[in-house]
């Protein structure tokens, strides 16, 4: 069985080293220690844990209801329009997603670079990579 850092286990969850060690602490999540003394948290508790962090994370007051589950908050870095398309870049923590549009769903939506943004991502197709 795999076991995870606390800052493994953080970024997974996409939370800071600080906030895992918060949970942990506050025995949100079952650590043990190796025998160099750090943290462990096993790879099924961690999971089972993720699918809890993610159900609590359905709807935050102020966004707006949606049925699309991934859902990617971040700064748009980067808009180019052509005469009919457009390309939008956000920067979601350390996620960089890139957006095909109309430019004027772009002009409606009032896009520029430094703005907050959410892409939510919708996919019949997902591929999962082992790291």
């Given at each position: 069985?795999?076991?995870?850092?606390?800052?493994?286990?953080?970024?997974l969850l996409g939370v800071s080293p600080d906030t895992a060690r918060?949970?942990?602490d506050a025995g949100r999540v079952v650590t043990h220690r190796d025998e160099g003394g750090r943290r462990?948290?096993?790879?099924?508790d961690l999971a089972a844990f993720s699918?809890?962090?993610g159900q609590g994370a359905h709807?935050?007051?102020?966004?707006?209801?949606?049925?699309a589950r991934n859902a990617f908050p971040g700064i748009v870095t980067a808009v180019k329009l052509g005469d009919v398309a457009a390309q939008v870049e956000i920067q979601a923590g350390p996620?960089?997603?890139v957006s095909l549009l109309t430019r004027e769903a772009v002009e409606e939506l009032g896009l520029e670079v430094g703005m907050q943004a959410t892409a939510r991502v919708k996919s019949t197709s997902v591929h999962i990579d082992r790291t």
């Amino acid at each position: 069985m795999q076991s995870y850092t606390i800052g493994q286990a953080a970024r997974l969850l996409g939370v800071s080293p600080d906030t895992a060690r918060r949970w942990a602490d506050a025995g949100r999540v079952v650590t043990h220690r190796d025998e160099g003394g750090r943290r462990l948290i096993d790879g099924r508790d961690l999971a089972a844990f993720s699918v809890e962090v993610g159900q609590g994370a359905h709807h935050h007051d102020g966004e707006p209801y949606t049925s699309a589950r991934n859902a990617f908050p971040g700064i748009v870095t980067a808009v180019k329009l052509g005469d009919v398309a457009a390309q939008v870049e956000i920067q979601a923590g350390p996620h960089r997603l890139v957006s095909l549009l109309t430019r004027e769903a772009v002009e409606e939506l009032g896009l520029e670079v430094g703005m907050q943004a959410t892409a939510r991502v919708k996919s019949t197709s997902v591929h999962i990579d082992r790291t």
